[in-house]
């Protein structure tokens, strides 16, 4: 019987599209373990991000943020951020995120209004922005410039442990472009754990496809972020304070995106 052979690049590119497939694996089992071992902070962090705006002083129980802020995210199986079938289930009805307005010298825009589906709309653009390119160092400078003072420091942050984990396993530098390599974080669902202090502290989720195109060979897993968010002026910011517990990380649209309680978005609807 006759077998064909791929020819040599075609080979080439599998063996590298499995590597990557392997590194996104190994990094986000470090990520999980990472969650399963490391307690979110119940007080304030003692670091302060570069370029945060003054916070204003919360009116309410700082234990009822606290509170929100802590409270246990369901936890999955490594194998449920991998593709695989979607389902006609849903935890609720979209959540429709409201249009930023675009401000001029901002990546990551401000306008967008003082509501829960508010916040999850900067959170959104935060994501997108932060993790486009797979770089660390865009992320931590994305950060830095989101949080306010005594925010959680970025090292805990779930999203920065993915691709530091991928950039180290890939022998890849922090800030360095690898020629054929694009890294995209495209959100299609979220959730809204809650609020508190009369809406101007808000605990908000997304969950998207985080895919890794290397020359043409695309792979991609489900990865989940959740952040507290404290509302200033006419922004939304990362809060000072405890750091929100670690997300569910499902492959979005799957059953285990509905039990954890995610729902898709629709964006860019009314103000």
């Known amino acids: ?11 080439t590119r599998a063996r590298r599209l499995i590597i990557i497939i392997v590194l996104l694996i190994a990094a986000l ?19 302060t991000p570069p370029g945060g705006a003054p916070s204003p002083t919360p009116t ?25 079938e979607l389902t006609t289930a849903t935890a609720g009805p979209p959540i429709t995120v409201p249009p930023p307005v675009p401000i001029a010298s901002r990546v990551i825009s401000d306008g967008f209004p003082a509501t829960a589906e508010g916040a999850l709309g900067w959170l959104t653009d935060f994501n997108e922005t932060a993790l486009r390119g797979g770089d660390p160092a865009t992320y931590l400078r994305a950060y830095g410039e989101s949080a306010l003072p005594h925010a959680p420091s970025p090292q805990g942050s779930g999203p920065l442990a993915l691709l530091t984990s991928f950039r180290e396993n ?44 290397y020359q043409g060979q695309t792979t991609s897993i489900g990865v989940g972020d959740c952040e507290a968010l404290r509302r200033t002026g006419a922004a939304w ?20 995106s509905v039990r954890a309680g995610y729902r898709p978005l629709i964006r860019g609807g009314a103000r």
């Not at 910011?237 to 285990?256: K, N």
């Open 237 to 256: 910011r990362i809060a000072p304070g405890a750091r929100a517990a670690y997300a569910a990380c499902a492959w979005p649209g799957s059953i285990e």
């Open 29 to 47: 089992a470090v990520v999980l373990v990472a969650r399963q071992t490391t307690e979110p902070p119940s007080s304030p962090a003692a670091t």
């Open 170 to 213: 890939a022998g890849i530098r922090p800030g360095e472009l690898k020629p054929g390599l694009t890294v995209t974080y495209d959100v299609s669902q979220g959730l809204i754990k809650g609020t508190a202090d009369g809406g101007r502290f808000a605990v908000v989720c997304t969950l998207g496809q985080l895919s890794f195109d």
């Open 1 to 11: 019987m006759f077998t064909a052979t791929p020819p040599p690049r075609a080979r």
């Open 60 to 84: 309410a129980s700082v234990d009822e943020a606290t509170a929100l802020a802590n409270r246990s995210m369901l936890t999955l199986p490594p194998e449920a951020a991998l593709p695989h």
